[in-house]
Each structure stands twice: as structure tokens, then as C-alpha cells.
């Protein structure tokens, strides 16, 4: 019944549905471009309508009753941004306790414009072994969804190519606060 409502929601919203679940256990997904909260709610929209089991980060002040219950149900995971040192082990740690996992990250950090991308979903990605999965959220063509999958092990510069030619015509609900797809460098 949800899932149905979910593809009904999509319809009326006018979005066209990309790519399928990856056959593999485990995966970091791209979750970009992230301008605005509606992508949350559309994100949240389609994973329901493909019965996609993903987790993904919230910051903790989102965490209060009774909306920490709803999130959690969502697939939301705390993250406390004043301390966010340790996130990148935490999240490897998750993937070494299960066997199933699938995390969505932005790229970008923040609904705001920034002058290039964080690399935590690379990191998180190497260390724990497990691929990279391309998703996005175009509001000029309408278009959600799953893209290509990126082999773990390789370097950020391996991938880079890919992921930039992936996102570089994709546009976010405000593109104004798109920064270039472009990484930090540590």
C-alpha cells in the first residue's frame, strides 16, 4: 500500500524513476545534488516506491521525540556535525557488523553552496571495501534515481572522472548552491 502511494506521490510530482537496485550487499550511494530539504522528501518518496532499504545521515538536533521514532523508521542514522571526526570509522565500523547495508551520503555536506566536495563517502567506501553507487536527483529533467556503480579499491582520482561526467548536467532544486564538482583535498 505505501509503495503504491509512493509511485502515485512520484507520478503527480512528475519525476521518472533511474536505474535499479544494485545485486550487492553492501554500498556507499552518491546522493546528489543536494540544494534543497524537498530532496530529502523525494529521496525519501522514491526509496519507499522501490523498496530500497538505505540508510542515511541526519544531523541530531532532528533527533527529538516523536520525530527521532519516525526517522529512525525512515532509515535515518544520528550524526553529530560539532563532532564529526570519528564519523568516517563509525560508518566503516556499521559495514564490518552487517552483512546487508546500504548508506546514502551528499557529497556536499550541506544544502549550501560549497567550493568542492567532501571526500568522507571515498574514505568510508575504501576502508570498508564495499563500492560506490552514482544516484541522483535532477528537478530540471525530473528525473530520481540509481546510475552506475564504482568498483571499491579504487584511488578518488580513479573515480573522479566518472562521478564528475555522471553529475556535471544534473541540477538541484536551487542550482545557485551547487558548487563545482570538484574534491577537497586532505
Not at 550487492?24 to 522528501?41: C, E, K, M, R
Not at 530520481?144 to 580513479?158: D, H, K, V, Y
Amino acid at each position: 500500500m505505501l509503495k503504491c502511494l509512493a509511485n502515485i506521490i512520484l507520478r503527480m510530482g512528475g519525476w521518472k524513476i533511474l536505474g535499479e537496485i544494485p545485486s550487492i550487499p553492501q554500498a556507499v550511494f552518491l546522493a546528489a545534488p543536494h540544494t534543497s530539504n524537498w530532496d530529502g522528501f523525494w529521496l525519501l518518496v522514491y526509496k519507499v516506491a522501490i523498496d530500497l532499504d538505505v540508510r542515511f545521515l541526519a544531523k541530531d538536533t532532528l533527533f527529538w521525540w516523536p520525530l527521532s521514532s519516525i526517522l529512525r523508521a525512515l532509515g535515518a542514522m544520528s550524526l553529530d556535525r560539532d563532532d564529526a571526526s570519528g564519523i568516517v570509522l563509525q560508518l566503516v565500523g556499521a559495514f564490518e557488523q552487517q552483512d546487508s547495508l546500504f548508506l546514502a551520503l551528499a557529497p556536499e555536506g550541506t544544502r549550501g553552496w560549497r567550493p568542492q566536495w567532501k571526500t568522507g563517502f571515498h574514505r568510508i567506501s575504501s576502508a570498508a571495501g564495499v563500492p560506490i553507487v552514482l544516484a541522483r536527483i535532477d528537478y530540471d529533467k525530473r528525473e530520481i534515481g540509481i546510475g552506475p556503480t564504482l568498483p571499491p579499491g579504487r584511488s578518488l582520482e580513479q573515480d573522479f572522472n566518472e562521478i564528475r561526467a555522471y553529475y556535471i548536467d544534473v541540477r538541484g532544486r536551487h542550482p545557485e548552491k551547487q558548487g563545482p564538482i570538484t574534491f577537497m583535498t586532505e
